[in-house]
Nanobody
């Protein structure tokens, strides 16, 4: 069974950078939409960025375009989220999720995901 483990969360000052990692195990790294979500206290879970592991096609939410970058390392079965120019409103628990999909655009919709990690907390101070 697929397992997802996130790491890299922590505290950072506004304007700083942080890189989150997500390691996938239990299934092939191929044929997956890998998606980063975030959830702040009292707010709905929102999609941040996605990447398809077969072609590395990416998609971003408008609020992170130009600031965040999603990438993957096939040799390490890992997906990363590089977050630059962090703002206090970026504070949230960040989750890695996966949808088993052979092709197509990876949507930033929680309901499409098959598996979830436990999340990693990111705090941005002003």
């Amino acid at each position: 069974e697929m397992q997802l483990v996130e790491s890299g969360g922590g505290s950072v000052q506004a304007g700083g950078s942080l890189r989150l990692s997500c390691v996938l195990s239990g299934v092939s790294f191929s044929n997956n939409c890998m998606v980063w979500f975030r959830e702040a206290p009292g707010k709905e879970r929102q999609g941040v960025a996605s990447i398809h592991t077969n072609n590395e096609r990416t998609f971003y939410a408008n609020f992170v375009k130009g600031r965040f970058t999603i990438s993957q390392d096939n040799a390490k079965n890992s997906v990363y989220l590089q977050m630059n120019s962090r703002q206090p409103e970026d504070s949230a628990t960040y989750y890695c999720a996966a949808e088993r999909r052979e092709a197509g655009l990876c949507a930033l919709l929680p309901g499409y995901m098959d598996h979830w990690g436990k999340g990693t907390l990111v705090t941005v101070s002003s």
